[in-house]
């Protein structure tokens, strides 16, 4: 068991010189007695012993004095400096007063314990240099923490202003849809102030759900013309209600208690708030590392003194056993008696267990016992050992699970796969979003659960696995089993099934899902390290495929790996080459039967390995980065074809885009569009970008904004593959959509099974009934459109029609439409 702070303590002071001592009969008088019983033969070997075990002596006392306090205040430095770390992040998330003074209490407690661990480190004899200036940083944390509270009040308060003027705004919103009704059927309320004071409610809104402050400014600057519109309207046509009305959007939207107002001075405090968080955090690495380099110099110079007096204790014990076999035998029985027993045995003892100390044996007890010098020595050198225990626990162990961490699971794997060419399976665990878990419960109850997880993890590892935390949700086991991979397969199952059932928190119950990776020894890599990697890469495979939780390792993710590096290599140069082109797909008007518009599609073209599908260059350029410079010269290709088109005098052609999440949230795809269609010269309304329902997952009120800004330019925005992802219709309800588009895999069997049917019905229904017009992919048979027809659909794209084409084919193609004749016509 580890000593405490309080035993450090204790130890230390035990051997204090200011504090009484008891009278006992120590080991000078022992050795007085066996000195002079000696003689006159051994009075000079006896001075040389008897210095040189009080230098040994008054080394171990500086030890108990001097090194043992410091290592105890500075800990307790190092201790408290992370409890101020660790209250601060709870102050900044509380959303109430209440909240915020309860938590702030800790944080102040928090702070007069560092300050008191400064003190009495700055007391210590000698300070050491490097920590001379830490009485400045914890003025500094002081100033830094004022201001934080006053910035976390000042936000605060005014989030409690400006839910007060929504909610003002919310009953205002159901006065002005009043006093449309009464206008439209009385006529008494002027239209144009009704226009305008639905608009100013709109820009409120906008200022309301924004964090931009750039975006607050220019709606700021709105709001206020509308206002003196407003103002100016009410003075041309003077009508109680709407002066009322007007009077209380005054209040809202401007002054200093305006929502405006509030909602900057909410942001500017909660930056400042920030900024003075991160300064807290700065000082305390600086605290943390003076802490460090003092704990340093004080172990070494304990190590230096541990040498010198190992010499000493060596020379004593020679010393010792020469006077004892100069005297008499009287002497020598009480030189055995007193010294070779009471001393030289114990001197034994002690140095022996210094030297296991010095080569890493920390288990061993150091069993020296009595009240004299050598049962003090003994006793400090006891505690340093369980310091020097406790440093090896922790740079093997995780502090928080008490499993190995990964240093520790990697040399106990190395240390047990290599007795006897040992077989054994590598599976590596991850915890399936558990990131949302931390930022919905917060890191406490993410702590709790990575507690529950590492014991359940513990009740299914055998004897002699290793079970560790290799850091955040990964964990680790090391199973010794000589076994198959179908043995292996059922123990991957057993862990699942084991980490299955939720785990209840206070009134909460968290689903836990985990994904495995496992691979073998020493068949899948030649080094414990390399069979991690290899663990792991089967670990992220699995996260990555959602209808499978366990992967075994195989060769091919190696090469997978390698094959996506080299085709990110080949599509950087690919497209500065400008191997890259584009194919366009005709959509057809299913009422006319008249080709309306087209898709386009990217296609590279390799110059050593011909064709490659957008399946497989695609993914890699989103997650390299890839995605951005393709995606804008795929844009302004479209464009640039598509102005040729209408300037040829296909006038109402329209043409559609694809753009990935990635451009969405890394780019402003207003700005991007309207500078393709500035540059093309093509007008907004013949574009449409497309888009899938998964962008809104990620992000969906930063996506709505980036999307309306497409839809203030006029341009088209359609929702793709829908049905095959995140469906809802609150997104309907929500998004600047024009258009939805069914996704393939539910038009292919529409005919042969009555649910496709069914879906494809639903979802065209939905469509209409949200204003949207609905277009269907992958029409291959005249039966398909036959059905789609009948349901009223509005446009389709497929094979039946055209394929991908070049764009001098897609032109003959507009010229012939071979469709609009015999059975697809009709």
């Known amino acids: 068991m580890e000593p405490s702070i309080q035993d450090l303590r204790s130890s230390a002071s035990a051997t204090d010189p200011k504090r009484p001592r008891r009278l006992r009969l120590g080991i000078g008088t022992h050795l007085w007695i066996a000195f002079l019983s000696i003689g006159a033969l051994s009075t000079v070997a006896t001075l040389i012993a008897f210095n040189s075990y009080n230098q040994a002596t008054a080394t171990f006392e500086a030890i108990t004095h001097d090194r043992l306090p410091a290592i105890v205040a500075v800990a307790k430095l190092a201790n408290d400096s992370n409890a101020l770390l660790t209250s601060l992040p709870h102050v900044v998330l509380v959303d109430s007063a209440g909240a915020l003074s309860e938590h702030w209490r800790d944080v102040a407690e928090a702070e007069e314990r560092l300050n008191r661990s400064i003190a009495a480190v700055e007391a210590l004899p000698a300070p050491n240099a490097r920590l001379m200036d830490f009485s400045d940083l914890s003025g500094r944390i002081s100033a830094q923490l004022q201001i934080l509270l006053s910035a976390l009040q000042e936000a605060r308060g005014a989030q409690r202003d400006i839910l007060d003027l929504a909610t003002q705004m919310d009953l205002l919103h159901q006065k002005v849809r009043l006093l449309m009704a009464d206008a439209g059927t009385q006529g008494r309320i002027p239209p144009d102030s009704l226009y305008l004071a639905t608009r100013l409610l709109s820009l409120l809104g906008e200022v309301l759900a924004s964090d931009d402050t750039n975006d607050i400014a220019v709606n700021a600057g709105r709001i206020d013309q509308s206002l003196q519109r407003l103002q100016a309207g009410i003075s041309a046509k003077p009508n109680d209600a709407i002066a009322e009305m007007g009077n209380s959007l005054v209040a809202i939207g401007s002054g200093p208690n305006g929502l405006v107002a509030r909602k900057r001075l909410a942001l500017r405090a909660g930056a400042v708030a920030k900024d003075r968080l991160r300064d807290v955090r700065t000082l305390s690495r600086q605290i943390s590392e003076r802490v460090q380099g003092m704990l340093s110099d004080t172990m070494a110079a304990v190590d230096a003194d541990r040498q010198a007096t190992e010499k000493q204790l060596r020379l004593s014990k020679i010393l010792l056993a020469a006077t004892s076999a100069a005297g008499l035998f009287g002497a020598i029985l009480i030189a055995w008696l007193y010294v070779g027993r009471a001393i030289v045995a114990r001197l034994d003892q002690l140095s022996y267990g210094m030297r296991e100390i010095a080569d890493g044996h920390l288990k061993g007890p150091i069993p020296i016992g009595g009240q004299d010098e050598i049962g003090e020595m003994a006793r400090a050198v006891s505690v340093f050992r369980d310091a020097m225990e406790r440093i090896d626990y922790l740079a093997s162990n995780d502090s928080l699970t008490g499993l190995l961490n990964r240093h520790g699971f990697l040399a106990g794997a190395e240390r047990l796969l290599a007795r006897g060419q040992r077989r054994g399976w590598l599976i590596s665990i991850n915890l399936r979003r558990f990131k949302d878990v931390n930022q919905m419960f917060g890191h406490q109850t993410g702590d709790t659960i990575l507690g529950e997880i590492a014991d359940r993890l513990r009740r299914i590892a055998g004897p002699e696995d290793l079970v560790a935390r290799l850091g955040g949700d990964d964990f680790a086991l090391l199973a010794l089993d000589p076994g198959d991979e179908v043995r292996a397969m059922a123990l991957c199952r057993s862990i699942l099934a084991t980490l299955r059932p939720a785990i209840v928190i206070g009134h909460a119950s968290l689903d836990i899902e985990a994904c495995i990776g496992f691979a073998n020894w020493p068949e899948d890599a030649e080094d414990q390290g390399s069979l991690l990697r290899r663990a792991e890469l089967a670990m992220q495979q699995a996260k990555d495929d959602p209808g499978d939780a366990i992967c075994r390792y195989r060769s091919a993710l190696s090469e997978d790996l390698e094959v996506r590096s080299q085709v990110r290599k080949d599509l ?125 997952v990620h992000d969906e009120q930063r996506a709505r904004r980036r999307l309306e800004g497409l839809r203030a330019l006029g341009v088209g925005l359609a929702i793709d593959d829908f049905g095959t992802g995140y469906s809802a219709l609150a997104y309907l309800k929500r998004l600047p959509a024009t258009s939805l588009k069914i996704d393939q895999s539910f038009i292919r069997e529409v005919t042969d099974q009555p649910e496709q049917a069914r879906l494809c019905r639903a979802i065209i229904g939905v469509g209409h009934d949200f204003g949207l017009t609905v277009v269907a992919e992958g029409i291959e048979t005249a039966e398909h459109l036959a059905f789609l027809r009948a349901e009223g659909c509005d446009f389709g794209q497929g094979y039946y029609f055209a394929k991908p084409l070049e764009a001098q084919d897609f032109a003959q193609v507009l010229r012939d439409q071979p469709w609009l004749t015999g059975d697809a016509a009709q």
């Open 572 to 696: 950087r140069a690919g497209i500065i080459a400008g191997e890259l082109r584009l194919l366009y797909q005709p959509k057809v008007d299913l009422r006319s039967g008249r080709v309306v518009g087209m898709e386009a599609l990217v296609r590279w073209n390799h110059p050593q390995h011909g064709l490659i599908p957008p399946a497989r260059f695609i993914p890699v350029a989103e997650t390299s980065g890839l995605i951005i410079p393709l995606g804008e010269w795929v844009l302004e290709e479209c464009c640039r074809q598509l102005r040729l088109w209408r300037d040829a005098g296909m006038s109402d052609l329209k043409g559609s885009v694809n753009m990935s999440p990635v451009q969405v949230f890394s780019q402003d795809v207003a700005a991007l569009v309207a500078d393709a269609l500035h540059t093309t010269g093509l007008p907004a309304e013949a574009l449409e970008i497309e888009i899938t329902e998964g962008v809104f």
